[in-house]
Structure formats: C-alpha cells, structure tokens
Nanobody
Framework: QVQLVESGGDLVQPGGSLRLSCAASGFSFGRACMAWFRQVPGKEREGTAV?????????NYDRSVKGRFTISMDNAKNTVYLQMNSLKVEDTAMYYC???????????????????WGQGTQVTVS
C-alpha cells in the first residue's frame, strides 16, 4: 500500500523557480531512500536528486541540476520536496517521486534501485 503523490508542477518561464512536493504513505518514511527522477518522451527516466535522513544524513544530485535544485524532506509530514531554481528549458519533463523503502541509498541515483513510484507531475519551462 505504498503511495507517492507528487504535486507542484507548473508552467514557468526560464530562470524561474518551482517547488515540487511528494506526499508519502504506507511505509516507514524515516528508513527510506527518497529520490526525484524526470523523464521526457523517448528518453530513459533519469535521476536528479536523492536523500536519506538517518543517523547520518545524505543527499546527492545529478550534475545537470547540482547548484540549482535542492532536495529536502520533512519526516513529520512524510513529505519530500524538490526546490528548483534557475530553471532551464532543458528541465522540462515529467517529474517522478521514487522510494527505496529499506536499505538506505546506494551509490548514484539509479533507476533500478527504486521500486516505488508516483504518477508524476509535469514541469514545463518555456
């Protein structure tokens, strides 16, 4: 009964900002590795950011978004966020929230490491 529900996608001009939210339920949020992926038609879904909050907190970003995007999570609200600044036309994509329920985050932000997905929220930069 894992559920991930994204929200916050919108149309925005280049250089603008958006904050995406992912509301999670049905699993132990504090033990999960959470990530944001994005996908455009005809291309593989790619990782943008990942976070794990525990005894040692961990975040990682894809080179394409590092310095512009920030991932965070609120354990009390079971919600993960993606703050996106300095948006580019190339950032246009469907953005998906993903969870690796147990075992922590593995190196990189790999599609195959995540078993649970939301339905996505569309971000259009134009």
């Amino acid at each position: 009964q894992v559920q991930l529900v994204e929200s916050g996608g919108d149309l925005v001009q280049p250089g603008g900002s958006l904050r995406l939210s992912c509301a999670a339920s049905g699993f132990s949020f504090g033990r999960a590795c959470m990530a944001w992926f994005r996908q455009v038609p005809g291309k593989e879904r790619e990782g943008t950011a990942v976070i794990y909050t525990g005894r040692i907190d961990y975040t990682n970003y894809d080179r394409s978004v590092k310095g512009r995007f920030t991932i965070s999570m609120d354990n009390a609200k079971n919600t993960v966020y993606l703050q996106m600044n300095s948006l580019k036309v190339e950032d246009t994509a469907m953005y998906y929230c993903a969870a690796r329920i147990d075992g922590g985050c593995l190196p990189g932000i790999r599609l195959s490491d995540f078993d649970n997905w939301g339905q996505g929220t569309q971000v259009t930069v134009s």
